[in-house]
């Protein structure tokens, strides 16, 4: 019943002949890539039974044991966890709702099969989307949602749930348990850094998982000894590798520095050596962190990179397109000094993210695509993030991890996701190259397995065929 149905929503988005599967599918010769030990298992088959892998082992072995109709020949190619992108937003207003919806398919014609989403202003929607997909009545990735965010009074950002007393935290942690999300997303805006602390404990006690922006005025160290789960953007992580985190926080909180100026000044108080002391103590605190380093990338540069002819402007709808200029039009109006200091933070940032690593933090492959945040395409952008990491030092591996354990991991979800063996979802990327070599490899996808159902390059490409015909209408 439910592959019934998950059939006809493939094909209705896909716009072709629906495919053979809801069988057992054989997936033979294989390179599996074996991501947390960084090797590659050759030859190999992996029997998939309904959303499950059933079993992996030499092909001979497997192909005799788990015979059916249904085979795809891996040979040369790699196969690997799918991906997980763990900070998109779907919102931009009640007008934009369709237009969101059509990105659940992108994500999967990019090989990304698990999203968080990080909160926005349509949250009943995402959670209709969440049940949807989870129940295969619609085409997307796995989501994970925070619901609506927690922030202060009179935000910056729509949709939230405005907090200023540990009763208004209670009454808004009641309401977002009633809606079952999967963790709760706390922005710093306009909350106290006090009812921050006390909704990092609240939650926490209650049992859930939290995710920030985190108050000037608060040490991360004391954030996370609140209990805080995640560390959303690494310039979170430059302002607690200055010696003088508390100083300039107390500065900025008394009015005698600007958000912007407080930091610029932990940019240029940011000690190496502390800093990797710092990251120890997190790590021994169990944070994580999303570094989004490929959006600090692309604000850093908008000075001197044109992204209007970028192919995948293409693939998303004209209002979320549109919502791009906020970003665009605020940096076309920095001052020569302010480029200059974006670009310094940015190469910073690309220095901290290693020192995490060696820390022992773990990181959360993250995009922050969806709307607002201009030029970071859904889908593609995680493949560009994960390029980052590399550039800054990662080894592919890491970045590998990054994109598919740590996820699961930070969601309670390890048993079930982050390797391709017995038990796991099937969940799985074939690609025609080998990832641990060369991270661009992620970007050559031959095959999705979403939930047991195969995608192949011509599936995929009637998925981003169709995307590009919805976002010229
Ligand atoms: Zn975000």
């Not at 019934?4 to 716009?15: D, E, I, K, P, T």
């Not at 992108?106 to 999203?115: E, K």
């Not at 909180?253 to 930091?263: C, F, N, R, V």
């Not at 991991?409 to 048993?415: E, I, M, N, R």
Request: include cysteine.
């Amino acid at each position: 019943m439910r592959f019934r149905s998950a059939l006809a929503a493939f094909a209705l988005l896909a716009g072709t002949a629906a495919p053979a599967w809801a069988e057992d599918l054989l997936i033979r010769h294989a390179n599996v890539v074996d991501v947390t030990h960084g090797r590659v298992i050759p030859n190999q088959a992996i029997s998939v039974r309904g959303d499950t892998i059933r079993a992996v082992g030499p092909d001979r072995t497997i192909s005799r044991r788990y015979r059916t109709s249904r085979q795809v020949d891996a040979s040369g190619r790699f196969v690997m966890p799918g991906l997980w992108d763990m900070h998109v937003h779907f919102g931009g207003g009640q007008e934009l709702i369709e237009e969101n919806k059509d990105l659940l398919p992108l994500y999967v014609a990019y090989g990304v099969t698990t999203v968080r989403d990080c909160a926005a202003d349509i949250s009943p929607s995402v959670l209709e989307w969440r049940s949807a997909i989870a129940e295969g009545r619609l085409l997307g990735p796995r989501i994970f949602t925070s619901g609506p965010k927690l922030e202060g009074y009179k935000p910056l950002w729509k949709g939230t749930i405005e907090v200023g007393t540990p009763a208004e935290v209670n009454a808004a942690l009641d309401r977002l348990q009633a809606m079952r999300v999967d963790f709760v997303k706390i922005t710093d805006n306009t909350l106290k850094p006090d009812i921050f602390r006390y909704a990092v404990q609240e939650a926490k006690r209650r049992g859930l998982k939290t995710s920030a922006h985190t108050p000037y005025a608060l040490t991360i160290l004391r954030a996370a000894d609140a209990g805080l789960s995640s560390i959303e953007h690494l310039d979170y992580l430059i302002k607690a590798g200055s010696p003088r985190e508390a100083r300039i926080g107390a500065e900025y909180a008394a009015g005698k520095l600007t958000y912007a100026a407080a930091s610029d000044v932990f940019v240029d108080t940011f000690d190496a050596a502390y800093a990797k002391g710092m990251y120890r103590k997190l790590a021994a605190r169990g944070i994580a962190v999303t570094p989004t380093l490929n959006m600090s990338r692309i604000l850093a540069y908008l000075d001197r990179e044109d992204h209007s002819k970028d192919p995948a402007l293409a693939l998303i709808g004209p209002g979320l397109r549109k919502t791009y200029d906020w970003r665009v039009e605020r940096a076309a109006k920095a001052t020569p000094e302010q480029i200059a200091a974006r670009h310094k933070k940015y190469e910073l940032s690309v220095k901290v993210l290693p020192m995490l690593v060696e820390g022992g933090i773990p990181i959360l492959a993250g995009t922050d695509a969806g709307y607002l945040n201009s030029f970071n395409y859904p889908g593609q952008g995680l493949h560009d993030e994960l390029q980052r990491y590399v550039e800054a030092g990662l080894t592919p591996q890491q970045a590998l991890i990054s994109a598919t354990m740590t996820g699961p991991a930070f969601l309670g979800h390890s048993a079930r996701y982050g390797a391709v063996a017995p038990g796991k979802a099937a969940d799985l990327l074939i690609l025609d190259a080998n990832p641990l070599q060369s991270i661009a490899a992620t970007r050559a996808i031959r095959s999705v397995v979403l939930r047991g159902t195969l995608l192949d390059r011509g599936a995929l490409d009637a998925l981003l065929a169709q995307a590009k015909a919805k976002a010229a209408r």
